[in-house]
Structures are given as C-alpha cells and as structure tokens.
T-cell receptor, first 113, second 117 residues
Framework: NAGVTQTPKFQVLKTGQSMTLQCAQD?????MSWYRQDPGMGLRLIHY???????DQGEVPNGYNVSRSTTEDFPLRLLSAAPSQTSVYFC????????????FGPGTRLTVL | AQTVTQSQPEMSVQEAETVTLSCTYD???????LFWYKQPPSRQMILVIR??????QNATENRFSVNFQKAAKSFSLKISDSQLGDAAMYFC????FGSGGYNKLIFGAGTRLAVHP
C-alpha cells in the first residue's frame, strides 16, 4: 500500500513551458485534490475531484487543468508555466465525507524561471 | 467565507516542556471540523488531531491535545513533553461539515515550532 504518490519530486521549468504533475493513490479513495503551498500562506486548493470523470475548481485554479479518468490517477497540468507558479504542490486523497482524513503525497517542488 | 488565522509565525520550546500553538477561525456555520497538521522538514503533511465542532469534549491523541472554544472560535494545540521530533511547521485547518459533496480544507499560514535540547 503506497498511499499517495507524486512525481516528479523536483522540477525546473522555463516560462511558457508546459508539464504534468502526476498523482496516484491506491486506497480506492473517492476524493482527490491538488494544493499549492507558498511561504506564509499555508495550502490553497487548486482543483479537486469527487470521482472519476468529475472535477471542479478550487480557490486558485487559473493556469492549471485537471482530469480524472480513473479512480487512482489525478494529474495536474500546467499549460504555460509562469514564475508565479513557483511553489510546492501537494496531491491529497480521502474517502468521501468531510470528517475523513486527507492523505497527502510527498509534494513536488516546482521552480519556474 | 471561512478564514483561519495562526498569529504565531514561530514558537520554540525546550525538550520535555509544554507548548501551546494558537489558532482562531471565522465562520457562520454551526457544524464543522477542525484539524491540526504537522509538516516536518521532509515536507510530508501528517494529521495530528481533529475535532468535531458538535463535540464539547476536547480531542486528545497521546501527547497532543486541543483546547476548543467554540464561542470564541479558538482551537489551540497543546504539545506536552515536547520531543525533538516535534520540530515542524504546524497548520490549523477548517472544513465545513456539509450535507454532501466536497468541502475544502481551509488552512492557516502555519506556525514553525523549534524544539531545543
């Protein structure tokens, strides 16, 4: 049981490049979400999904796309990277319901030059 | 909209002593959940403790306990017998109870805790 996995752990991009951050979970969780963590601001929700084929925007969705074709996978796409997207990105999953613990992946540190 | 405020950017404690981290929140809801997460230097987010707003009894997990004051909208974390491994960033978070569907976690800015031997 690997929990929530994310790849890559580190990435450097140039402005305008695109890339996909991968996230997978093996706990059969219904809910998955992406957060970004910036200094002094805690974690902010980018996009989330309540099940395969269903996604929605969070607090800071601009510049990011998501899709969820399977229960296990929830990739985050940066369409045209900007320096403002330099951050640490976390994927999380949980069972449905607000009480249930969100399990976080190890994070991806992204730098956009 | 709900907000979470952690007014202590940094705290320090001596090993074996007790420390309290503060958290206040703003909401108009009556039912919700509150969480404390720990983020050590490894960056992994770890759930420390959670509290249901409808429960008057304060949650406890081993050396970690909370002081939940619903009327004051305060949710502090007490760490007893502090250990070197407690050194981390601690985040307070709020989540609506909801009647179905997804409710996002709303995080505070965090408190960095240093533990001195």
């Amino acid at each position: 049981n690997a929990g929530v996995t994310q790849t890559p752990k580190f990435q450097v991009l140039k402005t305008g490049q695109s890339m996909t951050l991968q996230c997978a979970q093996d706990m059969n969780h219904e809910y998955m979400s992406w957060y970004r963590q910036d200094p002094g601001m805690g974690l902010r929700l980018i996009h989330y999904s309540v099940g395969a084929g269903i996604t929605d925007q969070g607090e800071v969705p601009n510049g990011y796309n998501v899709s969820r074709s399977t229960t296990e996978d929830f990739p985050l796409r940066l369409l045209s990277a900007a320096p403002s997207q330099t951050s640490v990105y976390f994927c999380a999953s949980s069972r449905a319901g607000s009480y249930n613990e969100q399990f976080f992946g190890p994070g991806t540190r992204l730098t956009v030059l | 909209a709900q907000t979470v405020t952690q007014s202590q950017p940094e705290m320090s404690v001596q090993e074996a002593e007790t420390v309290t981290l503060s958290c206040t929140y703003d909401t108009s809801e009556s039912d919700y959940y509150l969480f404390w997460y720990k983020q050590p230097p490894s960056r992994q987010m770890i759930l420390v403790i959670r509290q249901e707003a409808y429960k008057q009894q304060n949650a406890t997990e081993n050396r970690f306990s909370v002081n939940f004051q619903k009327a004051a909208k305060s949710f502090s974390l007490k760490i007893s017998d502090s250990q070197l491994g407690d050194a981390a960033m601690y985040f307070c978070a709020y989540r609506s109870f909801g009647s179905g569907g997804y409710n996002k976690l709303i995080f505070g800015a965090g408190t960095r805790l240093a533990v001195h031997p």
